[in-house]
Nanobody, 126 residues
């Protein structure tokens, strides 16, 4: 059973930065694309960013493009989400997930991902 553990969330002010980490328990999952999603209260879970297994290709939601950066360290089997210029609308629980599919593209649909972490809360005050 693979486990994903997110960390790095917290309470910050608008304009601040945070870096989220997602540690994966099984080394074999270092070869899969990974994604970050978020879910605000009363809203559906939405795509934030994805990264290929090599780290050479990334994909971002329009709402975070230019502010967030996804990266990975396959030696540590960890995926990161650097969040800069945070806004109150970024407030949500952030989840990382594994895309176990063999795709030629980076997926952005919740249904395309499996093996989710427990989430980490990010709260941005105005």
């Amino acid at each position: 059973q693979v486990q994903l553990v997110e960390s790095g969330g917290g309470l910050v002010q608008a304009g601040d930065s945070l870096r989220l980490s997602c540690a994966i328990s099984r080394r074999t999952f270092g070869g899969y694309a990974m994604g970050w999603f978020r879910q605000a209260p009363g809203k559906e879970r939405e795509f934030v960013a994805a990264i290929s297994w090599s780290g050479g290709t990334t994909l971002y939601a329009d709402s975070v493009k230019g502010r967030f950066t996804i990266s990975r360290d396959n030696a540590k089997i960890t995926v990161y989400l650097q969040m800069n210029s945070l806004k109150p609308e970024d407030t949500a629980v952030y989840y990382c997930a594994v895309d176990p599919g063999t795709r030629s593209y980076l997926a952005s649909g919740v249904y395309e991902y499996d093996y989710w972490g427990q989430g980490t809360q990010v709260t941005v005050s105005s």
